[in-house]
């Protein structure tokens, strides 16, 4: 069965520089979820669409964009980067915002040197 | 007090053993959970959805108990391919999407 997809898998930026990261949902997904998960934390949720349009809003550091386009993939723009945003981000989606299960992407392991 | 709560472990149990994780939740609008699994820098994966009093998939059995605000994992005769941190997830309120996670009961099944 296909999955969540997200590009890239593993992303070094400097500090000051910016990072864009992409997700794919899986088919039929109108919904999807950015999660951020620091080394040994739990995931903590970013931000959310459904059909394109912003659903929900958690912990996003206002240095951080986000959109979802028409063909329902999402991307998550990152600015000003920081040391501290290096963490693994995760994508997830479901079926549609009233459906809980949330299926995760493999993550984009961003590194800020 | 957090809004899920679970012990860390590490539960360390050799095959074939019996374990169960217990979870808390602090708000009791709270109408579906979900148990995760996550190996090691990978990405959590769904393990069961909890609506009502539990739910059982195999060697894995949930338990909901609403009037303690608990939700439980047993896993019979393990095995060492559930190694894992195993995630109590549950969804801010009655808010769709936010999910708030637990932060991981730590599973090592040995020979």
């Known amino acids: 069965a296909a999955g969540v997809i997200q590009s890239p898998r593993h992303l070094i930026k400097e500090k000051r520089e910016t990072a864009t990261l992409k997700c794919y949902p899986i088919p039929r997904h109108d919904t999807v979820y950015w999660y951020q998960q620091g080394p040994g934390q739990d995931p903590q949720f970013l931000i959310s669409f459904y059909e394109k349009m912003q659903s929900d809003k958690g912990s996003i550091p206002d240095r951080f964009s986000a959109q979802q386009f028409s063909d329902y993939h999402s991307e998550l723009n990152m600015s000003s980067l920081e040391l501290g945003d290096s963490a693994l981000y995760f994508c997830?989606?479901?079926?549609?915002?009233?459906?809980?299960?949330?299926?995760f992407g493999p993550g984009t392991r961003l590194t800020v040197t | 007090r957090k809004e899920v709560e679970q012990d860390p472990g590490p539960f360390n149990v050799p095959e074939g053993a019996t374990v169960a994780f217990n979870c808390t939740y602090s708000n009791s609008a709270s109408q579906s959970f979900f148990w995760y699994r996550q190996d090691c820098r990978k990405e959590p994966k769904l393990l069961m959805s909890v609506y009502s009093s539990g739910n059982e998939d195999g060697r894995f059995t949930a338990q909901l108990n609403r009037a303690s605000q608990y939700i439980s994992l047993l896993i019979r005769d393990s095995k060492l391919s559930d190694s894992a941190t195993y995630l109590c997830v549950v969804p801010r309120g009655t808010s769709y999407g936010k999910l708030t996670f637990g932060q991981g009961t730590i599973l090592t099944v040995h020979p």
């Open positions: 997830a989606s479901s079926l549609w915002v009233g459906v809980n299960e949330q299926y």
